[in-house]
């Protein structure tokens, strides 16, 4: 075989080992993903003062463009039509890293809504919006804040977006679970929808499954009305692992380690992230760590803690090495959970987080409303049986005590956590001792339901918890839904949208409770 048969046999059984991995997803409608290179959507991201990220990545049907590396083609503009184009520029679209643009913009105008979009050849994608943080000096009038988690393909449709999208919200702050890594369960007679995909482990599963999220009309439409800021869970990996241990628990962890690479490296392909999450610059990057806690500043208005409760936790308490999930466990008979260095962010985020919240109370002025974004409910539930869930900050205590302490200690002018993750609204007062009702309040927290993944328990249940927990303003199960909190300088107002009904995409949706917490008056009140 002379070289140029070989360069031949080998260019030749490339394409054809890609031909051969077409997303399973994409088969359902071929003529539209080879007609539209967009087919997945836009999206924007990580809004600063003067600059914003723009996300979309192409869909290739051709094994041919499968192979190679496109230029993508942006532009941004005042208008939707762009007739005032203010930036534009062009970006490369890798198949090291699944086709993905992240372009990071620079010198807009803070405070202002932008229009943009992509070109590859004569496609052009849908046209997003996006906008601007205000100057760090300014206190704006107000910001609206949509905060969402949790949304399982099968377990209902997404009509949670195309009601959020009429809410008119300037960001959204997603808490994670983008993605579900499940196969379709045998059962399908009380689902919503199916999907042929299997159990993700792969690079190429987890990159399937992002696509078939994102193929979703309501989701695309709600990534293009404005940005988002996303964080993740456990279900962009696999179900309740902790840092490096899976379910292959704590000892040879190295087939876990490769599917956890695989799975940050989608979640960054998929998502309007900047470089700076990544460890190293492409294409020297490795995939054993995502910088995905960071900081948000909306003026003097707001300073959002946007934090990762996955990658640096602590292995769940009394937890069973090969156990597939974390459970609940007594106190009683678990001495593990009071530990006092076990954590659910990890030190060096234990600091970050303590040093973001000194400096937002350094002066009076500095910041209005000091808010942390996590994955799950921060307050304690307790239960007559005594027992404990661990995968929540309920199996962290000590860590919760340490970040309550900071709290109390630096004394933010106002602080409200914001969480997901238990498919279930709750409404809280924090007090400076969890474990003591009667301790000061020092902030608030709303806990929102989810998109559409089901919640797993009864309201009976739920009540019970409201009666042994004083601390819980509202308790409610098997809805799903989105918060909006709408932020001034002296009122934060919380609305709490639910669904009709999931299991339809045309769902209409109505406000199960709205409550308001007052500038300088730590604690929720219903309205």
């Known amino acids: 075989m002379t070289s140029e048969q070989r360069r031949l046999f080998l260019r030749n059984a ?52 499968m192979l190679a590396t496109h230029t993508v ?39 202002r809504w932008y229009h943009y979009r992509f070109m590859l050849g004569e496609a052009v994608s849908t046209v997003g919006r996006a906008r601007t943080a205000p100057s ?37 702050l997603f808490l994670g679970d983008y993605i579900y890594e499940y196969a379709t369960p045998k059962n399908t007679s009380d689902l919503a929808r199916t999907h ?29 009305a404005c940005p988002w800021s996303v964080t993740w869970d456990d279900h962009e990996v696999q179900n ?26 989608a979640f960054y392909e998929n998502m309007p992230l900047r470089a700076a999450s990544l460890n190293r610059p492409f294409p020297d990057t490795r995939w054993d760590a995502l910088q ?25 308490a009394c937890r069973a090495p090969e156990s597939p999930s974390a459970g609940a466990v007594r106190s009683s008979s678990c001495a593990d959970l009071a530990d006092p260095m076990r954590s659910l962010l990890g030190t060096a985020q234990e600091q970050w987080l303590d040093t973001g919240l000194a400096t937002d109370a350094a002066t009076q002025d500095a ?12 307050s304690p539930r307790h239960y007559p049986s005594g027992t404990v869930t661990t995968d929540n900050w309920d199996g962290y205590p000590a860590a919760r005590a340490r970040l309550l302490q900071a709290v109390a200690k630096h004394k933010p002018r106002n602080t409200v956590l914001l969480g997901g993750d238990i498919h279930q609204n709750y409404v809280c007062r924090v007090h400076a001792n969890a474990d003591r ?8 927290e709303f806990c929102g339901t989810s998109i559409s993944s089901r919640s797993g328990t009864t309201q009976d249940k739920v009540d019970a918890v409201v009666r042994h927990n004083p601390h819980v303003l509202l308790a409610r199960c098997d809805l799903r839904g989105y918060g909006l909190a709408h932020i001034t300088p002296t009122q934060w107002t919380t609305t709490l949208r639910v669904l009709d009904d999931p299991l339809r995409a045309d769902s209409g949706a109505g406000t199960l409770a709205r409550f308001v917490v007052q500038d300088g008056r730590a604690g929720p009140v219903a309205t």
């Open 14 to 65: 490339a394409l054809a080992a890609t031909a051969s991995t077409l997303p399973r997803w994409a088969w359902s409608n071929p003529p539209t993903l080879q007609s539209n290179p967009f087919a997945l959507g836009v999206a924007s991201g990580d809004p600063t003062p003067d600059g914003v990220v723009l996300w979309t990545r192409l869909v290739l049907a051709q094994p041919a463009q």
């Open 73 to 111: 083609r942006w532009e941004v503009a005042h208008d939707a039509r762009f007739a005032q184009i203010v930036q534009k520029g062009e970006a490369p679209a890798l198949p090291q890293l699944g086709h993905s643009v992240h372009v990071e913009l620079h010198g807009l105008q803070p405070a």
């Open 136 to 172: 760090a000096g300014d206190l704006p009038d107000a910001l609206r804040i949509a905060f969402a988690s949790c949304q399982r393909w099968e377990h209902g449709h997404y009509a949670a977006w195309r009601h959020l999208v009429a809410d008119q919200p300037d960001l959204v």
């Open 196 to 224: 042929s995909l299997r159990l993700a482990t792969t690079l190429a599963d987890y990159r399937d499954r992002y696509a078939l999220h994102k193929s979703d009309p309501a989701l695309q439409a709600a990534h293009a």
């Open 240 to 265: 309740d692992y902790a840092a490096s241990a899976g379910h292959t628990g704590r000892g040879d962890a190295t087939s876990f380690l490769m599917q956890r690479g695989a799975a940050w490296q």
């Open 292 to 316: 995905v806690y960071r900081r948000l500043r909306w003026g003097r208005l707001a300073h959002i803690h946007l934090l990762d409760s996955r990658q640096y936790r602590s292995w769940q």
């Open 367 to 378: 910041t209005r409303w000091s808010v942390i974004a996590q994955q799950t409910l921060f």
């Open 437 to 444: 009702p009667d301790s000061p309040v020092i902030a608030s």
